[in-house]
């Protein structure tokens, strides 16, 4: 196999079209040989079902009695057999490059590093006087000025191939982080290739996956996806060794707050090879920090090998500072401002997340992710002082990997996936959580639809839309004209400024 098909130069993958496709045409007639697109095929007729019975472990594309009027009215239809086989080959290319030799030699350098917090030098006006007039800022609120004049220009290609990686927890990844939806995240090829884009991903523990059992088994069938990557062949027996315990590492089972439904779960999880866990609950209390203590007990208890833990969200310093005393490895920030979340609305809570980021610059040691509304604003979340942004829709929206498959929706507008926020009616419907007479309680997210062409390809792949937000990224470190996120997190945040609506207009086209 080495001698027969040789994996180009990164430059040669990104720049070279020709090199790239004969690469990628050729390793797909070896996979073809080898039986892998059977296995593929095979999984995928599982994974596109209407019944979730027939789907499981993952969740499959189900219709409820709470989906949006679109959806209800829609028709189901079958992916292109051509457009799904031209998503394997975008799909193997993304992994191919995501994975490639040279920029796994720059993930091992920042996973050999300690984490950076970021801290601060002087205070920032903008959070002083929000903090004076008691005036809540939105992240949508801040923009950035370029910076960098006075050194060489910031090389795109140089940040793509060293990422951007960043410590997040025990090991290297990106700053992109698969959410706790089961709307997303409830399919095995979607976890896996989240797993495989070095991004943390959680296995989800809502809808469908409030059983144990169902929530294990997708952890297994993920695990299974994972250890069957097409990157593998034609890698050394240490390259392969060194990926697959990167990229099991990245699924993230995720736990209830309560240590007494939490332990159970984590313990059946551990047994099928979860080793990162994400106690999650979006209500503040002391439950997380308490779940959290009687984890690492399990862990001494039991003699488990190391784990990693991330908890939140969290709506204070003294409550993180706690979580990272207590063992937590990071922490999640977050509250309410999803695009499909609605808890804002119903509580009135503000969706000043930024504030309490800042506020945490220079009390941890651990790294801050931050969801809800984050992967709208990149530059600015990463400058506040996150580390980690949580996505969801914005990644595996209406791609093949997520549930349902090759399954879609259609109508006359387009092909498309329903999707609920964690709360929504649809979600909590399929967790059991119905009321009588079909009253669903406290929905604290909206039903609607994720496009098959998110972006306006006809490639429906997840990782396509990961390259576009990762380049989001890039982008800024690189009007910044910095070469990493801990750099970019300490000049960035003394470029912060308050903007405008109409500076929100010209940003966008017009």
Not at 18 to 23: G, H, I, L, P, S
Not at 352 to 364: C, D, F, I, S, Y
Not at 381 to 410: C, D, H, M, N, Q
């Amino acid at each position: 196999m080495g001698s027969k098909l040789v994996l180009p130069s990164f430059e040669s993958l990104l720049r070279q079209p020709e090199v790239a496709e004969n690469f990628i045409h050729k390793k797909m007639e070896l996979l073809q040989q080898k039986g892998h697109q059977d296995w593929v095929r095979h999984e995928y007729e599982r994974e596109s079902q209407t019944d979730p019975k027939k789907a499981y472990p993952s969740q499959g594309l189900i219709r409820t009695p709470y989906d949006s009027d679109r959806s209800k009215k829609a028709k189901i239809a079958k992916l292109d057999e051509e457009v799904f086989d031209s998503t394997q080959r975008t799909a193997l290319y993304y992994l191919e490059l995501l994975n490639h030799p040279e920029r796994i030699k720059a993930l091992l350098r920042v996973h050999n590093q300690p984490f950076v917090p970021p801290s601060i030098k002087r205070a920032q006006p903008i959070f002083v006087q929000a903090e004076a007039e008691r005036r809540a800022i939105a992240i949508t609120d801040l923009a950035l000025q370029a910076q960098g004049a006075d050194r060489p220009r910031s090389s795109r290609t140089q940040r793509l191939l060293e990422g951007p990686f960043i410590k997040l927890g025990t090991q290297a990844r990106s700053i992109l982080c698969g959410s706790a939806n089961p709307e997303s995240w409830g399919a095995a090829p979607a976890l896996a290739a989240m797993a495989q884009a070095h991004s943390l991903v959680g296995v989800p523990r809502d809808g469908l996956f409030t059983d144990i059992q169902r929530q294990v088994d997708l952890a297994k069938k993920a695990f299974e996806w994972i250890e069957k990557s097409p990157v593998l062949i034609g890698r050394s027996a240490t390259e392969q060794a060194q990926l697959l315990k990167l990229w099991r590492h990245n699924l993230m089972g995720v736990l209830e707050p309560s240590a007494k439904k939490a332990i159970p779960r984590a313990e059946q999880l551990y047994a099928a090879g979860i080793r990162t866990f994400r106690v999650y609950s979006p209500e503040p209390g002391t439950d997380l920090i308490w779940t959290v203590t009687k984890l690492r007990q399990i862990q001494r208890q039991n003699n488990w090998e190391k784990i990693e833990i991330f908890a939140g969200q969290v709506i204070s310093v003294d409550q993180a500072v706690s979580l990272q005393d207590h063992g937590a490895n990071g922490v999640y920030v977050g509250i309410g401002g999803g695009g499909r979340c609605i808890t804002g609305v119903r509580s009135g809570l503000a969706i000043n997340w930024p504030q309490l980021v800042e506020q945490l610059r220079g009390q941890l040691k651990i790294p801050v992710i931050v969801e809800g509304g984050a992967s709208d604003a990149i530059a600015q979340t990463l400058a506040v002082g996150a580390s980690g942004i949580g996505v969801t829709r914005s990644v595996s929206g209406g791609a093949v990997e997520s549930p349902g498959g090759w399954l879609y929706f259609k109508d006359s507008k387009s092909m498309f996936k329903p999707y609920g926020g964690e709360a929504s009616a649809r979600v909590k419907y399929m967790g059991g959580r119905g009321g009588p007479f079909g009253v669903i309680q406290y929905v604290e997210g909206q039903t609607t639809e994720a496009n098959m062409n998110y972006d306006r390809v006809e490639v429906p792949t997840l990782l396509h839309n990961y390259y576009l937000l990762n380049g989001d990224a890039i982008l800024s470190l690189v009007f910044q004209n910095v070469s990493s996120i801990a750099e970019f997190q300490q000049v960035a945040f003394e470029s912060l400024v308050r903007v405008s609506p109409m500076d929100l207009t010209l940003r966008n086209t017009h």
